[in-house]
């Protein structure tokens, strides 16, 4: 096997939809064998999992439990009508970038450039939910929660993680996952979402449970 969590690792979260669902059931989430065997299949083709069904059926709590059960961090995106780049990706410290350029004010122009690389690195880069699970370390579990409650447009921020798990930084280029984080998505209904988002996960509904099930 390769290096554990790293980029097209066959080390694997699970050993079977039973192991899934047992582990599951020690952390108080009673899952039957769809969403178990799910969210197995996700942990082997590492692909996300798009979780659809009314408000109140566990979805959130899915996330959680998986978390839980892979003693992973859990890193929530909670989603919202005018999430942007800054909110769920990343932004600049412009007022630390502003004051290292005062800091360097007394230099000749010719030293702009140096100043430039200097301010947009790492050292000035706020990590938002989604660069945060991309460049952990350590295990993640990725929550992108009520994914329908954002515009179409937002959701071209999603495309690139979800296929290929990665984020391109036009200052400072593409930065690559260190390990595939397990990625859940929940949505209400509330709105159809793009067939490309769709494209890129594993489907699983989860409705009321029936009377015998509850």
């Known amino acids: 096997t390769t290096d554990a969590g790293a980029p097209g690792s066959t080390t694997h979260r699970f050993e079977s939809v039973q192991s899934v669902r047992e582990s599951l059931r020690d952390v108080h989430y009673l899952a039957d064998d769809g969403i178990a065997g799910v969210a197995y299949l996700a942990d082997r083709l590492q692909k996300p999992i798009l979780v659809e069904g009314p408000a109140g059926t566990g979805k959130t709590q899915l996330a959680k439990s998986i978390a839980e059960i892979t003693d992973a961090r859990l890193i929530r995106l909670q989603c919202y009508e005018g999430l942007d780049e800054s909110k769920a990706l990343y932004e600049w410290n412009y007022k630390k970038q502003l004051l ?18 200097d301010i947009f690195s790492d050292e000035f880069l706020l990590t938002r939910p ?40 036009p200052e400072l280029g593409t930065i690559t996952a260190t390990q595939i984080p397990l990625v859940f998505l929940t949505s209400n209904n509330t709105r159809e979402l793009s067939e490309a988002l769709k494209r890129r996960c594993l489907y699983l509904h989860v409705d009321y449970p029936t009377l015998e099930r509850e």
């Open 100 to 117: 290292r350029i005062q800091t360097e004010r007394g230099e000749s122009a010719e030293d702009w450039t140096e100043i430039k690389d």
């Open 130 to 169: 989604l660069l945060e699970a991309i460049t952990a370390t350590d295990p993640v579990v990725l929550l992108i929660d009520e994914v329908d409650r954002v515009e179409v447009e937002t959701e071209a921020l999603l495309l690139e993680i979800l296929s290929d798990y990665q984020v391109s930084i």
